[in-house]
Nanobody, 126 residues
């Protein structure tokens, strides 16, 4: 089992920045991918934001390229998402996910991940 706890969400104005963190614990030896998803309203599907492979290779959704950066600190067992130039449409619950195997639907598809945190809310006002 893998446990994920997010933090860092806040309310900012348009153009502002946030750094989200996801602390990982449990049996992480088999984790191959970690990712950030977002859900912009209850009941809506999880939208892939960024993912990072065990070797550090990063993948981004088109809307995140150039503004968001995913990184990991293996010593601290923490995943980060640096978000710059935030816009109102970035308002969402941001959720950390981990994969250690199972069905594969793509690096930014929710179906590929088996472990999920509770999320941290980011709100961007104009």
């Amino acid at each position: 089992q893998v446990q994920l706890v997010e933090s860092g969400g806040d309310s900012v104005q348009t153009g502002g920045s946030l750094r989200l963190s996801c602390t990982v614990s449990g049996y992480i030896g088999r984790v191959t991918y970690m990712a950030w998803f977002r859900r912009q309203a209850p009941g809506k599907e999880h939208e892939g934001v960024a993912a990072i492979e065990k070797d550090g290779r990063a993948h981004y959704a088109d809307f995140a390229k150039g503004r968001f950066t995913i990184s990991q600190d293996n010593a601290k067992k923490t995943l980060y998402l640096q978000m710059n130039n935030l816009q109102p449409e970035d308002t969402a619950m941001y959720i950390c996910a981990a994969r250690d195997g199972g069905p594969w639907s793509g690096v930014l598809r929710a179906e590929s991940y088996g472990y999920w945190g509770q999320g941290t809310q980011a709100t961007v006002s104009s």
